[in-house]
């Protein structure tokens, strides 16, 4: 049995070989395995962990009992994707496995360990008719709304392939096998999501937006989004999850903006921070009209830079209008949109944001946007540093970062823009 801690041995083997030509690794920050940037068909980062890996522990039968925390939409083939549980060897309470809501604190080894028990089930459906596939799609729409994990009988064609899925947008999984049938216990849904769900004359925006109000988790309205549980009656469909993680972050930042945009500004400069899985999440708020950047530095033998010499350092921004096109930087953009709006609202303040990322050695894995929209939030639930002016908290960051300031300003348009644009009132005088 491979034991997790062994996996971070292996992905840094597999980084300390040259994987990629450099320039095919300076790439690589940008696609996160993801865009093919490299024109190669597959990641031949992840490919090469996967080889690694492949004797990790199978699950040794063509079925598996346990409690489905969740469930998973894949995008591969789409509009024909597939879906199914994520079912552990595990009665009772799995709900931990499935929300990242509580993984602040916890180590790359631990989310190794119980994602990589979670095994997925593969049913090939239409995400346009969703309808015309029966029980297994029904059922995991149910599972998808439920407020506990479901105790779920899932039997599959083959063994499940003994391999953990690594993706820079969701969380990872383990093993997974077409799935032959699946047959789940008593289930309560989460009244919230059912409420939503039952009114088929609200929009699906509205009902993101309504079950946010009512304090559901986020990651549970993603699930249930992914799964077409909302919106009026003809148009539903079923979503891949990482464009339903996506979609319920930038729906609700999207909307919290519209009202942050009418708040005063804050009257100081503020400094955020937290520090997990190697990760230095900075958050700077200035005195200034809402505009947002999201900028990350990844060093070399981190998971998106395994063969670079240098730190390669990405970003995106809006101004006070938002933006009206897809953030280059992924889906940790609209992760982190909402957490810093989230806050502005709840301090009923307005401000100029920018977060800087800096991913360290350390971070081997990919393990979803969560890890930034939690880093976010979790920095924002602290104390913050206050500062008169954006150079003092500047000088106080540089303490905190190891890159040089200068490097992130040059790196970021809205620093740029809050150092060196002048400013009608720089000219008034008394």
Same mark, same amino acid.
């Given at each position: 049995?491979? +034991?997790?801690?062994?996996?971070?041995?292996?992905?840094?083997?597999?980084?300390?070989?040259?994987?990629?030509?450099?320039?095919?690794?300076?790439?690589?920050?940008?696609?996160?395995?993801?865009?093919?940037?490299?024109? /190669?068909?597959?990641?031949?980062?992840?490919?090469?962990?996967?080889?690694?890996?492949?004797?990790?522990?199978?699950?040794?039968?063509?079925?598996?009992?346990?409690?489905?925390? &969740?469930?998973?939409?894949?995008?591969?083939?789409?509009?024909?994707?597939?879906?199914?549980?994520?079912?552990?060897?595990?009665?009772?309470?799995?709900?931990?496995?499935?929300?990242?809501?509580?993984? #602040?604190?916890?180590? #790359?080894?631990? #989310?190794?360990?119980?994602?990589?028990?979670? =095994?997925?089930?593969?049913?090939?459906?239409?995400?346009?008719?969703?309808? /015309?596939?029966?029980?297994?799609? +029904?059922?995991?729409?149910?599972?998808?709304?439920?407020?506990?994990?479901?105790? $779920?009988?899932?039997?599959?064609?083959?063994?499940?392939?003994?391999? @953990?899925?690594?993706?820079? *947008?969701?969380?990872?999984?383990?093993?997974?096998?077409?799935?032959?049938?699946?047959?789940?216990?008593?289930?309560?849904?989460?009244?919230?999501?059912?409420?939503?769900?039952?009114? $088929?004359?609200? &929009?699906?925006?509205?009902?993101?937006?309504?079950?946010?109000?009512?304090?559901?988790?986020?990651?549970?309205?993603?699930?249930?989004?992914?799964?077409?549980?909302?919106?009026?009656? %003809?148009?539903?469909? @079923?979503?891949?999850?990482?464009?339903?993680?996506?979609?319920?972050?930038?729906?609700?930042?999207?909307?919290?903006?519209?009202?942050?945009?009418?708040?005063?500004? #804050?009257?100081?400069?503020?400094?955020?921070?937290? !520090?997990?899985? +190697?990760?230095?999440?900075?958050?700077?708020?200035?005195?200034?009209? !809402?505009?947002?950047?999201?900028?990350?530095?990844?060093?070399?033998? $981190?998971?998106?830079?395994?063969?670079?010499?240098?730190?390669?350092?990405?970003?995106?921004?809006?101004?006070?209008?938002?933006?009206?096109?897809?953030?280059?930087?992924?889906?940790?953009?609209?992760?982190? %949109?909402?957490?810093?709006?989230?806050?502005?609202?709840?301090?009923?303040?307005?401000?100029?944001?920018?977060?800087?990322?800096?991913?360290?050695?350390?971070?081997?894995?990919?393990?979803?946007?969560?890890?930034?929209? *939690?880093?976010?939030?979790?920095?924002?639930?602290?104390?913050?540093?206050?500062?008169? $002016?954006?150079? &003092?908290?500047?000088?106080?960051?540089?303490? %905190?970062?190891?890159?040089?300031?200068?490097? !992130?300003?040059?790196?970021?348009? =809205?620093? /740029?823009?809050?150092?060196?644009?002048?400013?009608?009132? +720089?000219? !008034?005088?008394?």
């Amino acid at each position: 049995m491979l +034991d997790p801690g062994q996996t971070q041995h292996i992905f840094k083997e597999c980084h300390s070989k040259n994987l990629l030509g450099e320039r095919e690794g300076s790439l690589c920050v940008a696609c996160k395995g993801t865009k093919m940037l490299c024109a /190669k068909e597959r990641c031949p980062i992840l490919v090469k962990f996967y080889a690694k890996l492949k004797n990790m522990p199978k699950i040794d039968s063509s079925s598996i009992y346990g409690s489905a925390p &969740g469930v998973f939409v894949g995008r591969h083939g789409y509009p024909q994707v597939s879906i199914g549980p994520l079912v552990p060897p595990v009665i009772g309470d799995t709900s931990e496995m499935d929300t990242p809501e509580r993984w #602040i604190g916890k180590t #790359i080894d631990d #989310i190794v360990g119980f994602r990589s028990s979670l =095994v997925r089930g593969l049913f090939k459906v239409n995400v346009k008719r969703p309808e /015309k596939f029966g029980k297994i799609v +029904d059922d995991m729409l149910l599972l998808s709304m439920s407020s506990d994990p479901v105790d $779920t009988d899932a039997r599959f064609y083959k063994k499940p392939y003994g391999r @953990i899925e690594l993706d820079d *947008e969701v969380q990872p999984f383990g093993p997974s096998a077409p799935l032959k049938s699946v047959e789940i216990g008593n289930f309560r849904l989460d009244q919230r999501i059912e409420k939503a769900h039952y009114d $088929t004359d609200l &929009g699906s925006r509205d009902a993101v937006l309504e079950m946010y109000d009512n304090d559901t988790l986020v990651t549970r309205i993603q699930k249930a989004f992914s799964m077409g549980a909302f919106g009026h009656k %003809r148009s539903r469909k @079923i979503v891949p999850t990482r464009q339903s993680i996506t979609a319920v972050d930038s729906i609700i930042s999207e909307t919290l903006m519209d009202e942050v945009r009418q708040l005063p500004l #804050i009257n100081e400069y503020r400094v955020f921070e937290s !520090w997990q899985l +190697d990760n230095r999440f900075i958050v700077l708020m200035t005195p200034e009209p !809402w505009s947002y950047e999201l900028v990350e530095a990844w060093y070399p033998d $981190t998971v998106w830079n395994p063969a670079g010499r240098e730190i390669m350092i990405i970003s995106d921004h809006e101004g006070y209008e938002g933006r009206n096109t897809y953030a280059s930087i992924g889906g940790c953009y609209y992760a982190a %949109r909402l957490a810093t709006s989230e806050y502005l609202l709840k301090e009923k303040r307005q401000a100029k944001v920018v977060i800087l990322r800096e991913a360290h050695s350390g971070y081997i894995m990919p393990v979803g946007v969560w890890n930034v929209r *939690e880093n976010v939030r979790n920095a924002l639930k602290g104390p913050y540093s206050s500062f008169n $002016t954006l150079e &003092g908290a500047l000088m106080y960051i540089q303490t %905190r970062f190891d890159i040089p300031i200068k490097r !992130w300003t040059l790196n970021s348009a =809205v620093l /740029k823009d809050s150092r060196f644009q002048k400013r009608l009132t +720089d000219f !008034w005088s008394g």
